[in-house]
């Protein structure tokens, strides 16, 4: 069983140095197992390792508001183009 796609995602962060922390909302195309509900929350931190490259982690959850709320948790590592 797949998380599917996630459908949109918004984000508020604000940065400290070379850290960024965001949170906000996420909504998936459809109930995973883990979430319960199809809108979640949505937190994240990056680190931002020089001005090109970052490792962020990022964790979704209904925060309660169904009986099913494990989360799902990602790491990613990404590259900005300029």
Do not use: C, K, P
């Amino acid at each position: 069983d797949h998380l599917g796609v996630m459908g949109g995602q918004v984000l508020l962060v604000d940065g400290f140095g070379r850290f960024d922390i965001g949170l906000g909302l996420a909504y998936m195309n459809r109930v995973h197992e883990q979430l319960g509900s199809q809108l979640n929350f949505a937190l994240m931190l990056r680190w931002r390792v020089n001005d090109r490259w970052y490792v962020s982690v990022r964790h979704f959850s209904n925060s309660g508001t169904t009986e099913n709320n494990r989360g799902v948790d990602m790491i990613t590592v990404g590259r900005r183009f300029q």
